[in-house]
T-cell receptor
Framework: AQTVTQSQPEMSVQEAETVTLSCTYD???????LFWYKQPPSRQMILVIRQEAYKQQNATENRFSVNFQKAAKSFSLKISDSQLGDAAMYFCAYRSNFGNEKLTFGTGTRLTIIP | DTAVSQTPKYLVTQMGNDKSIKCEQNLGHDTMYWYKQDSKKFLKIMFS???????INETVPNRFSPKSPDKAHLNLHINSLELGDSAVYFCASSRTGGGYSNQPQHFGDGTRLSIL
């Protein structure tokens, strides 16, 4: 079974600075997908960014980018120019490309933005 | 034009009662899911349905019974509610299989269930 580990329960960053959230995962599969979801206090689950394991190029979405290291099974999220609206819980998630399509989540990192 | 909608958003009830949470998606997706988020914010899959067929049942007590009348709806019925059932329940949907494997799951806003 796959597992996802987020070793940073809490992180904080000054507004306009850059922060990196860590995620590692364990799998024996070679084809899978990785996601970062954001959960603000409103409780919604919002997709931030996704990465296909077969793509070597790191995904980017505006101020959000990932550092995907397949051999190391690492998938960190970098947030540049942090804004107050980035304050939220961030969840890393794994999805296999075989069999069922469930998401396996990490335990989350609570990100605080300091004005 | 809500994509995945759950009702109710909040549910407060007493131990031993039976309750239902409804979920509907208008995205044309073929697969729907229920996740449970506990008090420590940990999210875990409970059930998944593909085209009205159950494909995932993750060691959830028999008191929980999902029902999918069609592929746009997946409801969750819970019998004999217990204190440990207090959590936020999220419905999600996605298009799966074929060339859609990279499509993300879209989540509803969650239902906070509180058992007194």
């Amino acid at each position: 079974a796959q597992t996802v580990t987020q070793s940073q329960p809490e992180m904080s960053v000054q507004e306009a600075e850059t922060v990196t959230l860590s995620c590692t995962y364990d799998t024996s599969e070679s084809d899978y997908y990785l996601f970062w979801y954001k959960q603000p206090p409103s409780r919604q689950m919002i997709l931030v960014i996704r990465q296909e394991a077969y793509k070597q190029q790191n995904a980017t979405e505006n101020r959000f980018s990932v550092n995907f290291q397949k051999a190391a099974k690492s998938f960190s999220l970098k947030i540049s120019d942090s804004q107050l609206g980035d304050a939220a819980m961030y969840f890393c998630a794994y999805r296999s490309n075989f069999g069922n399509e469930k998401l396996t989540f990490g335990t989350g990192t609570r990100l605080t933005i300091i004005p | 034009d809500t994509a995945v909608s759950q009702t109710p958003k909040y549910l407060v009830t007493q131990m031993g009662n039976d309750k239902s949470i409804k979920c509907e998606q208008n995205l044309g997706h073929d697969t729907m899911y229920w996740y449970k988020q506990d008090s420590k914010k940990f999210l875990k899959i409970m059930f998944s349905y593909n085209n009205k067929e159950l494909i995932i049942n993750e060691t959830v007590p028999n008191r929980f019974s999902p029902k999918s009348p069609d592929k746009a709806h997946l409801n969750l019925h819970i019998n004999s509610l217990e204190l440990g059932d207090s959590a936020v329940y999220f419905c999600a949907s996605s298009r799966t299989g074929g060339g859609y494997s990279n499509q993300p799951q879209h989540f509803g806003d969650g239902t906070r269930l509180s058992i007194l």
